[in-house]
Nanobody, 122 residues
Framework: QIQLVESGGGLVQAGGSLKLSCAAS????????MGWFRQAPGKEREFVAA????????DYADSVKGRFTISRDNAKNTLYMQIDSLKPEDTAVYYC???????????????WGQGTQVTVSS
């Protein structure tokens, strides 16, 4: 129903910035809310940020507020995550996810991308 492909990860020094992208495709792509999650080695996957596909509502984990900004380009069916002031503890695989737009921004997501690696060095 919907396919997600992340890109934009890489190796960055602490204090630097990255912009992640998630390209969405498939039937009724505009009918989904979107989110970013991350998973560090040895830890469970955690919620990072979410946005309604129309862009009217956003939600962030407390640990990333003020540093991470989620956005979207409806014409391109693309989700973005601007990450500033990177810290070593931000190192993780970052996943794009989608769920029906009538559901809450937090909670269970139904569709997932393959992930993109972000590594932050000291």
């Amino acid at each position: 129903q919907i396919q997600l492909v992340e890109s934009g990860g890489g190796l960055v020094q602490a204090g630097g910035s990255l912009k992640l992208s998630c390209a969405a495709s498939g039937r009724s792509a505009g009918g989904f809310n979107m989110g970013w999650f991350r998973q560090a080695p040895g830890k469970e996957r955690e919620f990072v940020a979410a946005i309604s596909w129309g862009g009217g509502s956003t939600d962030y984990a407390d640990s990333v507020k003020g540093r991470f900004t989620i956005s979207r380009d409806n014409a391109k069916n693309t989700l973005y995550m601007q990450i500033d002031s990177l810290k070593p503890e931000d190192t993780a695989v970052y996943y794009c996810a989608a769920k029906p737009r009538h559901s809450s921004l937090r909670g269970k997501y139904n569709y997932w991308g393959q992930g993109t690696q972000v590594t932050v060095s000291s």
